[in-house]
């Protein structure tokens, strides 16, 4: 697609149940990043891909916390036992090379909001 | 580690200037910079590297002392369109792939 696509838009669930989160990265991006934003605050970062490998997951707060991403192009983010405190809104952004070189730029998408009730 | 950005909010009118400053603890290796308006994804600006440079794009310019560890963005003659939270995001030196995300600074452009 023209842009990183991330489904669903909206998710409500109950404290305690699994959710997963979809993210389709910018074609031929092979580095995909994963954040969490709360209202009011910066994007904090959960995991980084390069490929199909975890290149850094040390922002996962816990391991109710997994992200796949198994052919190197979709990704998926699943959180296990919610809490009321995951609820935010799941930003996945992509680029064609690391964020901290000179062409990094990210691309995001449109968030996945996630309701812990 | 998070970049602390100043200030924490903006309000102008249009055609009106304004810098917003992200400084650091830790030596950086590159700045991004980043706009989002409300409910929307962040959009990109602009990245510097260390070394100093200095970018622009129409009326937004930013800077990168990597010696005082900050940068800066610099919004001249301001429009509506510039409304919106600004997120500074930086990389530490030796480590090139987790960007770090200050709080943001938000900026109102008034008629």
């Known amino acids: 697609g023209a842009g990183v696509s991330q489904t669903p838009s909206n998710k409500v669930t109950e404290k305690g149940k699994y959710v997963e989160l979809r993210c389709d990265p910018i074609?031929?991006?092979?580095?995909l990043y994963w954040y969490r934003q709360s209202l009011g605050q910066g994007p904090e970062f959960l995991i980084y891909f390069q490929g199909t490998g975890a290149a850094d997951d040390s922002g996962l707060p816990n391991d109710r916390f997994f992200a796949v991403r198994p052919e190197g192009s979709v990704s998926t983010l699943k959180i296990q036992r919610t809490e009321r405190g995951d609820s935010a809104v799941y930003l996945c952004?992509?680029?064609?090379?690391?964020?901290?070189?000179?062409?990094?730029?990210?691309?995001f998408g449109e968030g996945s909001r996630l309701t812990v009730l | 580690q998070q970049p602390v950005q100043s200030p924490q909010a903006v309000i102008l009118r249009e055609g009106e200037d304004a810098v917003i400053n992200c400084s650091s603890s830790k030596a950086l290796y590159s700045v991004h910079w980043y706009r989002q308006k409300h409910g929307e994804a962040p959009v990109f600006l602009m990245i510097l590297l260390k070394g100093g440079e200095q970018k622009g794009h129409e009326k937004i310019s930013a800077s990168f002392n990597e010696k005082k560890q900050q940068s800066s963005l610099y919004l001249t003659a301001s429009q509506l369109s510039y409304s919106g939270t600004y997120f500074c995001?930086?990389?530490?030196?030796?480590?090139?792939?987790?960007?770090?995300w200050g709080l943001g600074t938000s900026l109102a452009v008034n008629p």
């Open positions: 952004a992509s680029s064609r090379g690391l964020a901290g070189a000179g062409t990094g730029e990210l691309f």
């Open positions: 995001g930086t990389v530490n030196a030796g480590n090139n792939r987790k960007l770090i």
């Open positions: 074609s031929g991006h092979t580095a």
